[in-house]
């Protein structure tokens, strides 16, 4: 069986396996899907998983420290001000090796944002989709080997 047939197969079973499980967590879906995508997007396997689990998180950081400054400064413009910084720094923290995925930054970042500003479930859904890539992931190579 090719790769791409095995992954198909494995994706789709644990996609299944996640949205309802994500339900009984207590965690948003699509935040995990997202993880998932940034483990296949750096497409470096597991020697990839610190870059992804870094660039992740630090777009989380950066949307949880806006809406905290956003808080004590309360205003559009200064939330527009706090938006332009941090989108800065997320292209500036690639001078990082740990932090070099620029897209996986704004995809954590998007992510917080899009799940209601709650930091812990963010961080948490994206790091089953990364644990569900790794096992999606290794699970094909192992189905494809076999053949």
């Given at each position: 069986?090719?790769?791409?047939?095995?992954?198909?197969?494995?994706?789709?079973?644990?996609?299944?396996?996640?949205?309802?499980?994500?339900?009984?967590?207590?965690?948003?879906?699509?935040?995990?899907?997202?993880?998932?995508?940034?483990?296949?997007?750096?497409?470096?396997?597991?020697?990839?998983?610190?870059?992804?689990?870094?660039?992740?998180?630090?777009?989380?950081?950066?949307?949880?420290?806006?809406?905290?400054?956003?808080?004590?400064?309360?205003?559009?413009?200064v939330l527009i001000g706090l938006v332009i910084a941090a989108a800065a720094v997320m292209?500036?923290?690639?001078?990082?090796?740990?932090?070099?995925f620029i897209p996986g930054t704004f995809i954590g970042n998007a992510a917080f944002y899009?799940?209601?500003?709650?930091?812990?479930?963010?961080?948490?859904?994206?790091?089953?989709?990364?644990?569900?890539?790794?096992?999606?992931?290794?699970?094909?190579?192992?189905?494809?080997?076999?053949?």
């Open positions: 069986m090719k790769y791409l047939t095995a992954v198909g197969i494995t994706v789709g079973l644990l996609a299944g396996a996640w949205v309802w499980g994500s339900g009984l967590l207590g965690l948003t879906g699509f935040v995990g899907f997202l993880g998932w995508a940034t483990y296949f997007a750096v497409g470096k396997g597991l020697q990839g998983v610190p870059e992804v689990l870094c660039s992740n998180l630090s777009g989380v950081f950066w949307g949880a420290l806006t809406i905290f400054l956003s808080s004590l400064m309360p205003g559009q413009l292209c500036w923290q690639a001078n990082l090796p740990l932090l070099g899009a799940n209601g500003n709650d930091w812990l479930k963010t961080a948490l859904a994206l790091l089953c989709g990364v644990a569900l890539g790794i096992i999606s992931d290794y699970a094909a190579k192992f189905i494809s080997a076999s053949e």
